[in-house]
């Protein structure tokens, strides 16, 4: 008897999700039937490709590189399948992301809008978190992460560089501690900052683009992931914060907030775009991903532009701002 591409698609499923529960929700096909396809697959080849107890799953040695072989097969059918949908279909369906909280907030809005408005059949369910989710455990279709780097081997991963962070203060909060000269005068001022990094001793990483590197510890009197909240706190003269120029770059032009040590700089970030793979997405996904990059690549460009004129600004004018706040208070 030939192969039967349900009990392939099944086997896969289970090995993919880790358990039949995981991989009946996800499939939307009862525990029972896949344990049957299952069992009619290792009757078939003569093989036990899975070792089943109460509490797990355990794949064998031959199982997984059997799963190897049914995931090609899996593909390549898949692959066929796309022909026909991209000559019939119209992008329609589900599409499920997840991103950062404010990067949803001050990027990504117009961009799932514009993207709506040219493919009305196709549904976005956004949920923004800053924490980072699993695509495959919690069903997601995309991650949208900004970070100096990822680590991952399941995903693929498109890559936009984004402008550097800033370190920035209020003018009283600079006026009442002084101007930092070098990186290690900031431990005599108060901090606000973002969770990210070891939670009891927080680091702010500077480089002086002349092979120097300085990790400067802080202690935060706030720290959240909330980059509006961050801001506030630095507008009240609360602590030195660490933001996107894109948050505060209205505040430094007002003067309402002031860059502290820009001759040296936070290290590089990047946004990744993270999904499984291209074999097997649906077009309202591949049509989605494809332009969430196009806009990505052409707002980010714009938006490093306007921070390295900043930046260059800011470092000409630093020892004349510096002398305007000596001269405060």
């Not at 630095?234 to 030195?240: D, F, N």
Request: proline fraction near 6%; glycine fraction near 6%; hydrophobic fraction near 45%.
């Amino acid at each position: 008897m030939g192969n039967d591409l349900n009990d392939l698609l099944y086997f896969a499923r289970i090995v993919e999700h880790g358990s039949l529960s995981a991989a009946s929700d996800a499939l939307g096909v009862s525990k029972s039937l896949l344990s049957q396809h299952l069992a009619r697959l290792e009757e078939r080849i003569g093989v036990r490709l899975i070792h089943r107890t109460t509490r797990k799953l355990h794949i064998t040695e031959v199982g997984q590189r059997y799963y190897e072989r049914c995931r090609s097969v899996l593909e390549e059918v898949a692959r066929a399948d796309e022909v026909i949908e991209d000559v019939r279909g119209v992008p329609r369906g589900i599409v499920r992301v997840t991103s950062p909280v404010n990067f949803a907030q001050a990027v990504l809005a117009p961009v799932f809008c514009d993207f709506m408005r040219d493919y009305p059949e196709v549904e976005v369910v956004l949920e923004v978190t800053n924490r980072e989710v699993d695509l495959i455990s919690e069903g997601f279709d995309v991650a949208l992460r900004i970070a100096p780097s990822v680590r991952t081997s399941s995903c693929v991963v498109r890559t936009f560089p984004v402008p550097r962070h800033v370190l920035v203060a209020s003018p009283q909060l600079l006026a009442r501690y002084g101007e930092p000269r070098e990186p290690e005068d900031l431990r005599q001022l108060p901090s606000v900052s973002g969770m990210r990094g070891c939670a009891d001793r927080p680091l702010w990483q500077l480089d002086d683009g002349r092979g120097t590197v300085r990790q400067i510890a802080h202690r935060p009197r706030l720290r959240t992931e909330d980059l509006i909240m961050l801001r506030h706190a630095a507008l009240a003269g609360c602590g030195v914060a660490e933001l996107p120029p894109l948050l505060c770059r209205a505040d430094l032009a007002a003067g309402t907030l002031v860059r502290v040590l820009p001759k040296w700089a936070l290290p590089e970030m990047n946004l990744y775009v993270l999904f499984l793979s291209r074999a097997g997405m649906t077009p309202a996904l591949r049509c989605f991903i494809d332009f969430l990059s196009l806009r990505m690549r052409e707002n980010l460009r714009s938006a490093i532009e306007g921070s390295m004129s900043m930046n260059l600004t800011a470092r000409e004018a630093g020892p004349a701002a510096g002398a305007s706040l000596r001269r405060v208070g």
